[in-house]
Nanobody
């Protein structure tokens, strides 16, 4: 019933851009913080960016600040990750996550685990 579907991944050269999309269904999208994670081979999954309900705040990992932008369109139940100036180190499977804001506070919503996960989309940055 709950579904998060990522799209937009692919193979690009260093310095190029990609825009990831995640479209949600089965829950009240506007009441959830939306997040992007990534996981490279042999490494733990890590938080890339988060955006809280109605886009009231955003949060980024240090290694993507100034390069990536998270945004959301509540009318479309969609969260985006615009990725510019991509580096080989950005190569990973990128996952969309949704965290309820019905309970907890900002720290929980942004840093806590998602309630729902997408299936992931592969981003490969290579020359």
């Amino acid at each position: 019933q709950v579904q998060l579907v990522e799209s937009g991944g692919g193979l690009v050269q260093p310095g190029e851009s990609l825009r990831l999309s995640c479209t949600a269904s089965g829950f009240t999208f506007s009441a959830y913080a939306m997040k992007w994670y990534r996981q490279a081979p042999g490494k733990e999954r890590e938080l890339v960016a988060a955006i809280t309900s109605h886009g009231m705040s955003t949060n980024y990992a240090d290694y993507v600040k100034g390069r990536f932008t998270i945004s959301r369109d509540d009318a479309r139940n969609t969260v985006y990750l615009q990725m510019n100036s991509l580096k080989s180190e950005d190569t990973a499977v990128y996952y969309c996550g949704a965290r309820s804001q019905y309970t907890g506070d900002w720290v929980d919503w942004v840093r806590g685990p998602p309630d729902y996960w997408g299936q992931g989309t592969q981003v490969t940055v290579s020359s």
